[in-house]
């Protein structure tokens, strides 16, 4: 299990050439991947209800199953619980959460899981080092589908990999100098179940 601490910033879609030109990445190479998560939950929406996402991510030839617990998020700062690992898209083997009571809840729920709703999006990312902090900064962009609705994504997430967790303010302070972002609360798995119930 892992702790994700990051910051996500609405980003208005004219100014994503603005932030690839910015000062700050000239030092880094970024690299461009294109994702699809498939997240899971039963009929009635039971791990929403505990506030954990289910996701299967594909990227390239390689499956990861993900678990995210909701932890605390305010002003689009985030920290989650999070515990990802390789599984084929035909299993759901939750052995590896070392949380003995997710892991049960998840068993239980396990033959009521199904499609809920699915994000695919182009992530451009750069790892960069800020103010003592390594952070990688991703530009997320794509779309979350239901099967008769979707929503855009345009955003920019910036993660802490190592260092003091007040690097990702001090990024964000210094690129809404030229930027117009805006913090992002809601995670997309949150957006998606929003759209899934027509909210």
Known sequence: ???????????????????????????????????RNIY???PDQQLRQHR???????LGPTWLLTVKTSGNAEAGLSRRQEWE?????????????????????LETLA??????????????????????????LALDQGYIRTRNRRAPIHEVELELLDGPESGLASLATRLQQTL???????????RGFALLNGL
Not at 85 to 105: C, E, G, H, K
Request: aromatic content about 4%; overall charge positive; hydrophobic content about 40%.
């Open 111 to 136: 033959p009521q899981l199904q499609l809920a709703f699915r994000t695919d999006f182009v992530r451009t990312a750069w790892a960069i080092r800020h103010d003592g902090a390594h952070i990688e």
């Open 40 to 42: 899971l939950d039963t």
């Open 52 to 58: 954990i996402a289910l996701r299967r991510r594909q």
């Open 180 to 190: 117009s972002l805006a913090p992002l609360t809601p995670s997309k798995a949150a």
């Open 1 to 35: 299990m892992a702790q994700e601490i990051e910051l996500k910033l609405a980003l208005p879609v004219r100014q994503a050439p603005c932030l690839r030109q910015h000062p700050l990445l000239a030092g880094s190479q970024p690299v461009k991947r294109c994702i």
């Open 85 to 105: 690992y390789p599984q084929s898209p035909d299993r759901l083997d939750f052995t590896p959460i070392d949380s003995a009571p997710l892991r049960t809840l």
